[in-house]
């Protein structure tokens, strides 16, 4: 019974946010989370479930302009060493059970990509421009599992730091969002006045906007506007 109305809770939580109507997505996630929690034992540990669901609310609460409490969300699931030990660790269970997740491991590290590059967001509009870097940039930190080789006897993995940009890069299909991420992260260093820096990326941004919407569309000439204004 629980576990059918988280499922429903799921469905109506997505559909609300594609439709972008936040308040309710907001409403249904936050009692899909509420409700999920009472399934774990103390015993499961962290829930794959509870920390991507909680990103999730922390970028529908962006969307209602509740910086202070998305941002508190954003720390709480992305910061904390116990969550990144616990990504890390999901990566590497899934080898030994494919069915650990629902969902794909690579799914899993594109929405965690796209976490990243929301929360970026948050720390820009909270005037943490370095933050935000970081956070976007080609040398941050979000997990990819580089090797992972099983033998008879034992498994070996090494688990490669790469960021956002890296993992979209490697994404078919979602060169717009790649080229938004680029966006963003030129804009990050074009209001600390770090030109050079921001060329390289609103070129690419502006380049893939263009190829993928068109010249005549709005956003890609945004972007060549964008970078025109760097490069003055």
Known sequence: MVARRVKDLQRDFRKAMNEERWEEAEMYLESCI?????????????DANIVMWNLQLAYIK????KLPDCLELYNKYINQTEVRDFLNSVYCNFVFNFSVLQIPMD??????AIALVNY??????????EDAIKYVSEASTCPTLLICFLSIFKLIYHLH??????????????EEVLAAALQNLSAYYTVQKKFEEAKPYGMEAMKIFIKKLGRKNEIAKSAWVNYYNICE
Do not use: C, W
């Not at 509420?34 to 103390?42: A, E, G, K, M, V």
């Not at 962006?62 to 302009?65: G, I, M, S």
């Not at 730091?161 to 979602?174: A, E, G, H, K």
């Open 107 to 112: 799914r899993t590290t594109f929405d965690f």
């Open 161 to 174: 730091f790469t960021s956002p940009v890296t993992v979209l890069r490697r994404q078919p299909n979602v």
């Open 34 to 46: 509420s409700l999920h929690q009472r399934t774990i034992t103390h015993e499961s540990g962290m």
């Open 120 to 129: 970026a967001e948050a720390l820009a509009a909270n005037k943490q421009y």
């Open 62 to 65: 962006q969307n209602l302009n």
